[in-house]
């Protein structure tokens, strides 16, 4: 379909084409004011609705209706800043920031816009130092904004969005969970979020990132592939990193690389998938490709040369034999020794979260 607007009118068209056949199921025009688009937009769904002979749930009706749709200009600006956080790299994460912020000086209760913000501020502190110091930069350049501090906003925006969850909410928190190897709360997690959206594929991407932890690589390929068929014109590498990890976890390596190559030229600054690389090229016998890779993720990562487990750390598996394959391959690649290795699993072993 198509939106044109005029001064303060707006007519959309919509059509509704079978994917399969390419036949014709449905069309419409709308037109309403811009200042009542919300109201548009649902008559635009309920029309769609009933042309596919659909019951919404009590649930998806309310979330259609939700308080995160009462400001347009709040949704506009959450959705500018969208458009780039998708993309998945640190530039794009900086343009993000203002849109987000935004939205939420229009709108302090906007859920959605803390919550893209937590997950905002979380992944630049799991892409390392340079990613970091270009998203939580100090405004007044008087001193450098510390980890911890930036760790501490995302927790906040996380809090409040989880005053009125949204699926992007529970994906936040999910991530949170199996970063501190809580890894049934992180399915949980990621369980809500694709119950709350089925069609939400960064609900399926939470899921795949849970199940890949919990040791269940084959469920984590199933919710990925799901996510690619909502989504298949991500711009990132973000979900072509995922379907790599995926294959990887199967022992699939020829069949991950083509994925993770992708996914490295499509995000270049997305560090690890450098190290996934080392494990696919690793196991394919490449050795002089998974030197460079490591370098590559050498070159960025601050202090890599002495926190071993930090590095490791970067994939909480579940298994141990997960933790083998990344640790391993590193390993042969020229970083770390098999005691570290040892020293490191025997630690998660002591912790109760290692199989």
């Known amino acids: 379909g198509s939106v044109r607007k005029a001064g303060d009118q707006v007519r959309i068209n919509a059509q509704l084409i079978d994917a399969v056949t390419g036949g014709h199921l449905w069309a419409d025009r709308y037109d309403g004011s811009n200042a009542d688009i919300f109201a548009l937009q649902d008559q635009v769904t309920q029309s769609?609705?009933?042309?596919?002979?659909?019951?919404?749930?009590?649930?998806?009706?309310?979330?259609?209706?939700?308080?995160?749709y009462d400001?347009?200009?709040?949704?506009?600006?959450?959705?500018?800043?969208?458009?780039?956080?998708?993309?998945?790299?640190?530039?794009?994460?900086?343009?993000?920031?203002?849109?987000?912020?935004?939205?939420?000086?229009?709108?302090?209760?906007?859920a959605r816009a803390h919550a893209a913000l937590a997950s905002l501020y979380a992944e630049s502190l799991r892409q390392g130092e340079a990613w970091?110091?270009?998203?939580?930069?100090?405004?007044?350049?008087?001193?450098?904004?510390?980890?911890?501090?930036?760790?501490?906003?995302?927790?906040?925006?996380?809090?409040?969005?989880?005053?009125?969850?949204?699926?992007?909410?529970?994906?936040?928190?999910?991530?949170?969970?199996?970063e501190f190897r809580q890894f049934d709360d992180a399915v949980a997690e990621a369980v809500k979020a694709v119950e709350l959206d089925p069609?939400?594929?960064?609900?399926?991407?939470?899921?795949?990132?849970?199940?890949?932890?919990?040791?269940?690589?084959k469920a984590a390929l199933s919710a990925i592939e799901t996510a690619r068929r909502l989504d298949p014109q991500n711009p990132g590498g973000a979900y072509l990193y995922l379907l790599g990890l995926a294959r990887l976890g199967l022992n699939e390596f020829a069949a991950a690389l083509p994925a993770l190559e992708e996914a490295r030229?499509?995000?270049?600054?997305?560090?690890?998938?450098?190290?996934?690389?080392?494990?696919?090229?690793?196991?394919?016998?490449?050795?002089?490709?998974?030197?460079?890779?490591?370098?590559?993720?050498?070159?960025?990562?601050?202090?890599?040369?002495?926190?071993?487990?930090?590095?490791?750390?970067?994939?909480?598996?579940?298994?141990?034999?997960?933790?083998?394959?990344?640790?391993?391959?590193?390993?042969?690649?020229?970083?770390?020794?098999?005691?570290?290795?040892?020293?490191?699993?025997k630690y998660l072993r002591l912790g109760g979260t290692l199989q």
């Open 132 to 178: 970091h110091s270009r998203v939580s930069p100090d405004p007044s350049g008087a001193e450098t904004v510390t980890r911890e501090q930036t760790r501490l906003k995302a927790k906040r925006h996380l809090r409040e969005a989880m005053k009125d969850p949204s699926p992007l909410a529970y994906q936040v928190s999910s991530m949170a969970k199996w």
């Open 71 to 110: 400001n347009p200009e709040a949704y506009d600006a959450f959705l500018r800043g969208w458009n780039y956080y998708r993309r998945f790299t640190a530039d794009d994460f900086v343009k993000a920031i203002p849109h987000f912020e935004r939205a939420l000086e229009l709108d302090p209760g906007y």
């Open 265 to 345: 030229e499509r995000s270049p600054d997305y560090l690890d998938i450098n190290i996934a690389l080392v494990v696919a090229y690793t196991n394919l016998d490449r050795d002089e490709a998974a030197q460079a890779a490591l370098e590559r993720f050498r070159a960025t990562w601050r202090n890599f040369a002495v926190f071993f487990d930090g590095v490791m750390g970067r994939w909480p598996f579940r298994r141990e034999a997960d933790t083998r394959r990344f640790g391993g391959a590193l390993i042969k690649a020229g970083f770390g020794d098999d005691k570290q290795l040892n020293r490191y699993i």
């Open 48 to 68: 769609i609705v009933a042309a596919l002979e659909v019951n919404l749930t009590q649930s998806e009706k309310e979330r259609h209706r939700g308080k995160r």
């Open 199 to 217: 069609n939400d594929p960064d609900g399926h991407v939470a899921l795949a990132w849970a199940m890949l932890f919990n040791g269940d690589p």
